[in-house]
């Protein structure tokens, strides 16, 4: 019998059937999975219809059927997409939904408060208020810590925040740079110290994005309302609270450009890298040998520009001071160099004494260039040179580093990333995650509006388009907008094929090139403006800039090429010095010249002890130095798995007979050592750690009512629920596909199982015992039977694009997302590693830690000094004074991942991110390195390579790797004078492997 098209249309059905399936229990869902089952094997009739038999059990099937459809029609808005019934509207939405509410107009009212906010407290203060009405919120605050990170707070007002903008309010502090210059012992000008204000500033209420110039305004009902703030991250002194009307706010009654010209000629100049205040702690100078720049030295490096690199993101500020000789009218211009946003201009606002002149130096275009150049500031309508009016004395100008003109424009961008991974998510539940290559699907039956959302937002981009060649005054897209025509090729491409559409998802959001990871790299893009400043010109007739000569610039090659013959800063030297520390370091130079600075100015001062820093050409030639004999006395930043072979062989000093050395230790996971350790004998000390945690995207699990979990088997029961909707979970040895899998990545789950990797005996391998074999059972089961993908070639991208919104990864991943995915970067967090529960209910979470290790040599003749060296370097106060250091000279992204846990507590990370980090890293364990240990290493990624690639049984490519790896130690053995003819002729001294948690 025909089931009546009013109640299944065969498109409807499978749309909403599928829609069911996600969230019913499993009785339910066999049932659906049955008649759905039905839908796509009988056929359909012309009208839409489904012919079934009439058995008792299809007439049951009917019944359910059109119970089930019903409740679908109310149920399936919901599971479409995600995040978007958990989103506050956006203060765009905001004001567009208030357009005609009366802005408040009195005169500006004061509020007391006098509050501390210290990280994860509330406080609240009243206000009343005389109208209903908007207002202007503005804040005077104080930032009495010395934190680097700008202070977070979420802000509600009578119990809600009104938009999006509210939860993540920044309070920057401002930083003032150290006025004389210090230069390392070379001779080279380094860049300086900047030390906190703390003083007493103001801010209005803005959007953290930078997408406007204006402040935001808020709703306050007629009467008393009550303002919450919390702090997000750390401490604010909240002074009083300002409300203003639209007259008390210069950006919002900006005059008219000045029409009269200047009429001396006078010049000043001001050196871009004499800054004398900045709002973020990462802003520095640096130092050029350009013939262009001032000042100029052809022998030493001298800071003569501030550096793009650190002048880069949306909202940094620097303020010089000037001493004007005279009132009058003048120009100012800029000796620059914008070099990033190809084709496109940065945006400067520009405050001269804390204010804007005239509305041409709000959003100031200034112009791409590859090379230092002048520019005048313009006027925006006629392209003129724009005077201003200053009194003679000093006076101050600001630079801040706006996105405002295309603000709209990128604020639209992310919301269009979010329905394009919508789209995608969409799709995924109708056909689910694998689509037949060979079928062509026309998606427009099963989900209508699907190209026209397409021809939308191609549309859309053809408009953004026009408006950046418009601010670019170009006739094709710049360079620094690629990504949009990219995109918008790309969308019309799925349009003009949509019956292959189904077959192309991956090109909406989930490849690292979809039109989604396309477009979030532009959001990231965007926020990178960096504009190099050489020198700020005030002048009034014309403008004259140094300009060398030919002959000068060759004498200036000249003197290069022959100082390029002397001695190189921080140049391994193999002719040592008795009384300093040759110390060798595997870090890039701007580590090493951090690290000469403090050694200098504290650990020198203090001991007396010369400690010379050379930059490590290779760290495979540490083997070969020290066979030649020129090995340093210390190596910093050696692989962790290094020592144990350096060791064994007498290279390296056992370093727990100093004196101190247990102390030190204390401070630092003691499962770190064990990979350096040979019987009693310690032969390096940890210096970073690589940390393993679970990352979830907490939009899509609150989307579809996960939970994060806390074992393994937890998150193996959200599998389903993230397959059904195209997604999956990320376990590390997916990271090169099938490519060598580390211990770092195979060794978690074993050890959660309370499996080893080695006996007691060196004679027989560990990897055949049960609790091994189950823990890679267990490891395996992930691949063969959950189904999480194999290969995963980058756990950031797709965390980012949300196909893989929950995975555990380590450090590097963790920076990547922090400070390159600015499009998620309210929707994320970490948690505890998943693991197993143990007999007594206990979740074990062991996991790798093991990342770069400080090591001595056997050969060095000034072992006292260098370990005095060693034990400075290593204790908190100075891991602590790094970590901190790197930060805040060369901006966030540089994060020292210490292996001190003292240390760590303190560094400039996210507050709540450090809590988690520090409770994993109780959970730290490594896999003791002996002889044939790489052997044991290549055979564990061997089996999980034939049973999750080759589909072989895995007890039996256990037995066979057993046999390899007994066979290789015992050649080993053998090698090393431990075993001979058959017998074991002294016992080799096996690290206790610690596996108690402390």
Same mark, same amino acid.
């Given at each position: 019998?025909?089931?009546?098209?009013?109640?299944?249309?065969?498109?409807?059905?499978?749309?909403?059937?599928?829609?069911?399936?996600?969230?019913?229990?499993?009785?339910?869902?066999?049932?659906?999975?049955?008649?759905?089952?039905?839908?796509?094997?009988?056929?359909?009739?012309?009208?839409?219809?489904?012919?079934?038999?009439?058995?008792?059990?299809?007439?049951?099937?009917?019944?359910?059927?059109?119970?089930?459809?019903?409740?679908?029609?109310?149920?399936?808005? $919901?599971?479409?997409?995600?995040?978007?019934?958990?989103?506050?509207? $956006?203060?765009?939405?905001?004001?567009?939904?208030?357009?005609?509410?009366?802005?408040?107009?009195?005169?500006?009212?004061?509020?007391?408060?006098?509050?501390?906010?210290?990280?994860?407290?509330?406080?609240?203060?009243?206000?009343?208020?005389?109208?209903?009405?908007?207002?202007?919120?503005?804040?005077?605050?104080?930032?009495?810590?010395?934190?680097?990170?700008?202070?977070?707070?979420?802000?509600?007002?009578?119990?809600?925040?009104?938009?999006?903008?509210?939860?993540?309010? +920044?309070?920057?502090?401002?930083?003032?740079?150290?006025?004389?210059?210090?230069?390392?012992?070379?001779?080279?000008?380094?860049?300086?110290?900047?030390?906190?204000?703390?003083?007493?500033?103001?801010?209005?209420?803005?959007?953290?994005?930078?997408?406007?110039?204006?402040?935001?305004?808020?709703?306050?009902? +007629?009467?008393?309302?009550?303002?919450?703030?919390?702090?997000?991250?750390?401490?604010?002194?909240?002074?009083?609270?300002?409300?203003?009307?639209?007259?008390?706010?210069?950006?919002?009654?900006?005059?008219?450009?000045?029409?009269?010209?200047?009429?001396?000629?006078?010049?000043?100049?001001?050196?871009?890298?004499?800054?004398?205040?900045?709002?973020?702690?990462?802003?520095?100078?640096?130092?050029?040998?350009?013939?262009?720049?001032?000042?100029?030295?052809?022998?030493?490096?001298?800071?003569?520009?501030?550096?793009?690199?650190?002048?880069?993101?949306?909202?940094?500020?620097?303020?010089?001071?000037?001493?004007?000789?005279?009132?009058?009218?003048?120009?100012?211009?800029?000796?620059?160099?914008?070099?990033?946003?190809?084709?496109?201009?940065?945006?400067?606002?520009?405050?001269?004494?804390?204010?804007?002149?005239?509305?041409?130096?709000?959003?100031?275009?200034?112009?791409?260039?590859?090379?230092?150049?002048?520019?005048?500031?313009?006027?925006?309508?006629?392209?003129?040179?724009?005077?201003?009016?200053?009194?003679?004395?000093?006076?101050?100008?600001?630079?801040?580093?706006?996105?405002?003109?295309?603000?709209?424009?990128?604020?639209?961008?992310?919301?269009?990333?979010?329905?394009?991974?919508?789209?995608?998510?969409?799709?995924?539940?109708?056909?689910?995650?694998?689509?037949?290559?060979?079928?062509?699907?026309?998606?427009?039956?099963?989900?209508?509006?699907?190209?026209?959302?397409?021809?939308?937002?191609?549309?859309?981009?053809?408009?953004?388009?026009? +408006?950046?060649?418009?601010?670019?005054?170009?006739?094709?897209?710049?360079?620094?907008?690629?990504?949009?025509?990219?995109?918008?090729?790309?969308?019309?491409?799925?349009?003009?094929?949509?019956?292959?559409?189904?077959?192309?998802?991956?090109?909406?959001?989930?490849?690292?090139?979809?039109?989604?990871?396309?477009?979030?790299?532009?959001?990231?893009?965007?926020?990178?403006?960096?504009?190099?400043?050489?020198?700020?010109?005030?002048?009034?007739?014309?403008?004259?800039?140094?300009?060398?000569?030919?002959?000068?610039?060759?004498?200036?090659?000249?003197?290069?090429?022959?100082?390029?013959?002397?001695?190189?800063?921080?140049? #391994?030297?193999?002719?040592?010095?008795?009384?300093?520390?040759?110390?060798?370091?595997?870090?890039? =130079?701007?580590?090493?010249?951090?690290?000469?600075?403090?050694?200098?100015?504290?650990?020198?001062?203090?001991?007396?002890?010369?400690?010379?820093?050379?930059?490590?050409?290779?760290?495979?030639?540490?083997?070969?130095?020290?066979?030649?004999?020129?090995?340093?006395?210390?190596?910093?930043?050696?692989?962790?798995?290094?020592?144990?072979?350096?060791?064994?062989?007498?290279?390296?000093?056992?370093?727990?007979?100093?004196?101190?050395?247990?102390?030190?230790?204390?401070?630092?996971?003691?499962?770190?050592?064990?990979?350096?350790?040979?019987?009693?004998?310690?032969?390096?000390?940890?210096?970073?750690?690589?940390?393993?945690?679970?990352?979830?995207?907490?939009?899509?699990?609150?989307?579809?009512?996960?939970?994060?979990?806390?074992?393994?088997?937890?998150?193996?029961?959200?599998?389903?629920?993230?397959?059904?909707?195209?997604?999956?979970?990320?376990?590390?040895?997916?990271?090169?596909?099938?490519?060598?899998?580390?211990?770092?990545?195979?060794?978690?789950?074993?050890?959660?199982?309370?499996?080893?990797?080695?006996?007691?005996?060196?004679?027989?391998?560990? #990897?055949?015992?049960?609790?091994?074999?189950?823990?890679?059972?267990?490891?395996?089961?992930?691949?063969?039977?959950?189904?999480?993908?194999?290969?995963?070639?980058?756990?950031?991208?797709?965390? =980012?694009?949300?196909?893989?919104?929950?995975?555990?990864?380590?450090?590097?991943?963790?920076?990547?997302?922090?400070?390159?995915?600015?499009?998620?970067?309210?929707?994320?967090?970490?948690?505890?590693?998943?693991?197993?529960?143990?007999?007594?209910?206990?979740?074990?979470?062991?996991?790798?830690?093991?990342?770069?290790?400080?090591?001595?040599?056997?050969?060095?003749?000034?072992?006292?000094?260098?370990?005095?060296?060693?034990?400075?370097?290593?204790?908190?106060?100075?891991?602590?004074?790094?970590?901190?250091?790197?930060?805040?000279?060369?901006?966030?992204?540089?994060?020292?991942?210490?292996?001190?846990?003292?240390?760590?507590?303190?560094?400039?990370?996210?507050?709540?991110?450090?809590?988690?980090?520090?409770?994993?890293?109780?959970?730290?364990?490594?896999?003791?390195?002996?002889?044939?240990?790489?052997?044991?290493?290549?055979?564990?990624?061997?089996?999980?390579?034939?049973?999750?690639?080759?589909?072989?049984?895995?007890?039996?490519?256990?037995?066979?790797?057993?046999?390899?790896?007994?066979?290789?130690?015992?050649?080993?053995?053998?090698?090393?004078?431990?075993?001979?003819?058959?017998?074991?002729?002294?016992?080799?001294?096996?690290?206790?492997?610690?596996?108690?948690?402390?």
């Amino acid at each position: 019998m025909l089931i009546s098209k009013v109640i299944t249309p065969y498109k409807l059905a499978i749309i909403l059937l599928t829609a069911l399936y996600l969230k019913c229990n499993i009785y339910l869902k066999r049932l659906v999975k049955r008649f759905y089952l039905l839908l796509i094997n009988n056929t359909i009739n012309d009208e839409g219809g489904l012919f079934l038999k009439n058995s008792k059990e299809e007439k049951l099937l009917q019944f359910l059927c059109m119970f089930f459809l019903t409740f679908c029609i109310f149920y399936y808005g $919901n599971v479409n997409g995600y995040a978007d019934d958990t989103q506050v509207e $956006n203060y765009k939405s905001f004001s567009e939904k208030n357009k005609e509410a009366n802005y408040f107009d009195g005169e500006k009212l004061t509020i007391k408060s006098e509050m501390v906010i210290s990280p994860g407290t509330k406080k609240s203060i009243s206000v009343n208020v005389p109208s209903a009405g908007l207002y202007f919120l503005g804040f005077h605050y104080s930032i009495q810590t010395e934190s680097i990170l700008p202070t977070q707070v979420e802000l509600k007002i009578n119990g809600k925040s009104q938009y999006q903008e509210m939860k993540n309010l +920044q309070f920057k502090n401002t930083w003032i740079p150290e006025e004389i210059l210090s230069t390392d012992r070379y001779g080279n000008e380094m860049s300086p110290e900047v030390d906190p204000l703390n003083e007493t500033q103001f801010t209005y209420l803005s959007d953290i994005n930078g997408y406007s110039d204006f402040p935001l305004a808020v709703w306050f009902e +007629q009467g008393s309302n009550e303002l919450e703030l919390s702090s997000i991250e750390g401490e604010l002194s909240l002074e009083s609270i300002e409300l203003s009307a639209k007259k008390d706010i210069n950006r919002l009654n900006l005059s008219k450009d000045l029409t009269e010209e200047p009429t001396g000629n006078h010049q000043i100049t001001v050196e871009g890298e004499k800054n004398v205040t900045q709002n973020s702690s990462s802003i520095r100078p640096n130092g050029a040998f350009d013939d262009y720049l001032t000042p100029y030295d052809s022998r030493k490096r001298v800071m003569n520009f501030l550096d793009g690199m650190s002048f880069s993101n949306i909202g940094d500020q620097v303020t010089y001071e000037v001493d004007i000789p005279e009132d009058g009218y003048y120009y100012i211009a800029l000796n620059y160099r914008q070099d990033t946003k190809i084709d496109f201009p940065v945006f400067l606002n520009i405050e001269v004494n804390d204010e804007i002149p005239s509305e041409s130096f709000l959003s100031q275009p200034i112009p791409y260039t590859s090379s230092f150049s002048s520019y005048t500031f313009k006027k925006k309508e006629t392209d003129q040179n724009v005077a201003i009016y200053l009194e003679k004395g000093t006076q101050k100008l600001s630079l801040e580093i706006t996105t405002s003109p295309t603000g709209e424009i990128l604020s639209r961008i992310a919301e269009i990333i979010k329905e394009l991974q919508s789209l995608s998510l969409s799709i995924d539940n109708l056909l689910g995650s694998s689509v037949d290559k060979n079928r062509d699907i026309n998606l427009e039956e099963y989900l209508p509006g699907t190209m026209s959302q397409l021809e939308s937002w191609i549309i859309e981009l053809e408009d953004f388009e026009k +408006q950046i060649q418009a601010l670019a005054q170009v006739d094709k897209t710049p360079g620094a907008f690629t990504q949009i025509v990219t995109v918008r090729k790309q969308l019309e491409s799925l349009l003009n094929d949509p019956r292959r559409l189904a077959n192309r998802t991956n090109e909406l959001s989930k490849d690292s090139g979809s039109a989604a990871a396309n477009l979030a790299t532009l959001l990231q893009e965007s926020n990178r403006n960096n504009l190099s400043i050489d020198q700020i010109i005030f002048y009034q007739d014309s403008l004259t800039l140094k300009k060398p000569n030919v002959f000068l610039k060759a004498i200036n090659s000249v003197r290069r090429f022959t100082n390029s013959f002397n001695e190189q800063a921080y140049a #391994v030297n193999v002719e040592k010095e008795d009384e300093s520390v040759q110390v060798w370091v595997n870090r890039p =130079r701007q580590y090493v010249e951090l690290m000469q600075r403090m050694i200098d100015q504290d650990f020198t001062e203090k001991t007396g002890i010369k400690v010379d820093l050379s930059i490590m050409p290779d760290a495979n030639k540490l083997i070969l130095s020290n066979a030649s004999g020129n090995a340093p006395d210390v190596a910093l930043g050696v692989n962790y798995a290094m020592p144990f072979d350096m060791g064994i062989r007498d290279a390296l000093v056992d370093l727990s007979d100093f004196e101190g050395f247990d102390e030190l230790i204390e401070q630092y996971p003691s499962k770190l050592l064990t990979p350096s350790t040979i019987g009693e004998k310690v032969y390096a000390i940890p210096e970073t750690m690589n940390f393993y945690v679970l990352f979830y995207r907490s939009d899509i699990l609150e989307s579809l009512n996960l939970e994060v979990p806390d074992t393994m088997n937890e998150l193996i029961e959200m599998l389903p629920a993230l397959n059904q909707r195209g997604m999956s979970a990320f376990y590390p040895t997916a990271t090169l596909g099938t490519s060598f899998k580390i211990f770092p990545w195979t060794m978690p789950i074993v050890y959660q199982n309370d499996g080893e990797f080695y006996t007691d005996d060196i004679l027989k391998s560990g #990897v055949n015992q049960d609790n091994t074999v189950e823990g890679l059972r267990q490891l395996t089961n992930l691949f063969t039977i959950y189904n999480m993908p194999k290969d995963v070639p980058s756990f950031y991208q797709q965390f =980012r694009d949300g196909s893989t919104p929950i995975g555990i990864a380590d450090f590097g991943n963790y920076n990547l997302i922090l400070n390159a995915a600015p499009e998620i970067s309210n929707v994320w967090d970490i948690a505890l590693m998943p693991g197993y529960e143990n007999q007594e209910g206990t979740v074990e979470r062991w996991s790798s830690g093991g990342a770069e290790s400080s090591i001595m040599f056997e050969s060095s003749e000034n072992k006292e000094n260098s370990w005095e060296f060693m034990n400075w370097w290593l204790q908190s106060d100075t891991q602590k004074d790094f970590g901190t250091g790197l930060q805040t000279v060369y901006g966030k992204e540089y994060m020292w991942n210490t292996a001190n846990l003292e240390a760590f507590q303190d560094l400039p990370w996210p507050t709540t991110d450090k809590d988690v980090i520090l409770q994993q890293s109780q959970w730290i364990n490594e896999v003791p390195r002996v002889l044939g240990t790489y052997m044991v290493e290549r055979e564990i990624s061997n089996v999980y390579n034939s049973v999750v690639v080759d589909g072989k049984n895995l007890r039996k490519a256990i037995d066979l790797s057993t046999k390899r790896i007994n066979r290789e130690t015992l050649r080993k053995l053998e090698e090393f004078g431990y075993y001979y003819d058959g017998e074991l002729i002294q016992q080799y001294p096996m690290p206790v492997e610690r596996k108690e948690q402390e």
